[in-house]
């Protein structure tokens, strides 16, 4: 059965301060894996999107590492910002299947 | 925002009753995706139409069912509504090319009395 899981399942931190998100997943045949950010009562945004071959990925202050091998995933904040509590999730994408697999979620607490 | 919508935004249903939910996606957008996500949890995966046929359903019995149409809008039916039925629902067109990126649209929060 095709899973992705993330940890840790939420996260409190100071702003300024550094984070990391992990993802880890079991789906096949594997496309691309991508992070989105959803804040409370919106839709997912896409942060990154990884293929098989890429082993890492920023978008601004967020970069994403993927290590195919062993089917992981992170997403590490620098200098967060209030405006980085959301939660963070991590979606898998088979694409022979066309279907993408979603995390829980880290729900992420910035405090001033 | 993205170019997608949905309605209703909000509706309340008895357990047994069934319920039609709209999306209507961006144009160009031939695929698009309904999920389910409860409160705190990431979305879950329904089903999804191409080209007004559905090619990929997620663990959910076949009394969720959907339509796609022409113009590529959808709607998601859900037969003998149940208490666990309750959550938000999302539909999402996706952007043509092999990233298979996804526009969410704002939802519908259904609730099941």
């Known amino acids: 059965k095709n899973q992705v899981e993330q940890s840790p399942q939420s996260l409190i931190i100071l702003e300024g301060k550094n984070c990391t998100l992990q993802?880890?997943?079991?789906?096949?045949?594997?496309?691309?894996l991508r992070w989105y950010k959803q804040d409370t009562g919106r839709g997912p945004v896409s942060l990154t999107i990884?293929?098989?071959?890429?082993n890492t990925k920023s978008n601004g202050r967020y970069t994403a590492t993927l290590d195919a091998d062993t089917k992981q995933s992170s997403l590490h904040i620098t200098a967060s910002q209030l405006s980085d509590s959301a939660s963070y999730i991590c979606?898998?994408?088979?694409?022979?299947?066309?279907?993408?697999?979603f995390g829980s979620g880290t729900q992420l607490t910035v405090l001033p | 925002e993205t170019g997608v919508t949905q309605s209703p935004t909000h509706l309340i249903k008895t357990r047994g009753q069934q319920v039609t939910l709209r999306c209507s996606s961006q144009?160009?957008?031939?695929?698009v995706s309904w999920y389910q996500q409860a409160l705190g949890q990431g979305p879950q995966f329904i089903f999804q139409?191409?080209?007004?046929?559905?090619?990929g359903r997620g663990n959910f019995p076949p009394r969720f069912s959907g339509l796609q149409f022409p113009n590529y809008s959808s709607e998601l039916n859900v037969n003998a509504l149940e208490l666990d039925d309750s959550a938000l629902y999302r539909c999402?067109?996706?952007?043509?090319?092999?990233?298979?990126?996804?526009?969410f649209g704002p939802g519908t929060r259904l609730t099941v009395t």
């Open positions: 999402a067109s996706t952007t043509p090319g092999e990233t298979y990126e996804q526009d």
């Open positions: 993802c880890n997943y079991t789906v096949s045949p594997f496309s691309n």
């Open positions: 990884m293929t098989f071959s890429e």
């Open positions: 979606v898998v994408f088979a694409g022979s299947a066309r279907q993408l697999t």
């Open positions: 144009s160009g957008h031939n695929t």
């Open positions: 139409y191409y080209r007004e046929e559905e090619n």
